[in-house]
């Protein structure tokens, strides 16, 4: 995706609050996929973001299950939806599909996503992974709700 900022060396004041929030305290499901955020656009709603996915993702036939590359194609769109809220709005997914297009082994992963159109109230996604050897594992779509976040 041209036009992708690379987080490394870029002071964390000039990142997007989403971003810097992401950063400073990361989720749980995140961590365990093994988020990385590697480049951003902020005016077009984009990210590209690396996962490490370990062996405990895997399911009993050694391959990543697919409810984890559901959760990271649900990461990594809900990072580009963040890019276009203000602060104290958040974007919960309302539905998402996923499409699987090949096995993923346990390993270096990357995915990218873009908001394809922001509604005041809607947000509509795309994203996109792939393995270390650059092969297209899986796409998604989502739509996601803009709310603000409950105290």
Known sequence: MAGLVEIAGTPAEA???SIQATLKRQAPAA???GQKIIAIDAEKGA???AYDAGENLQNRFGALHGGMIAAIMDDVMAIAAGL???WGEI???LEMKTSFLAMAKPGRLMAEAAVLRRGKSVIFIEGRLEDADGRLIATASAT???????K
């Open 15 to 17: 990142l997007p609050p």
């Open 31 to 33: 961590t365990m996929l």
């Open 47 to 49: 990210a590209r973001i």
């Open 84 to 86: 276009s809220l203000q």
């Open 91 to 93: 974007s919960p997914t």
């Open 144 to 150: 996601a709700s803009v709310t603000p976040m409950k």
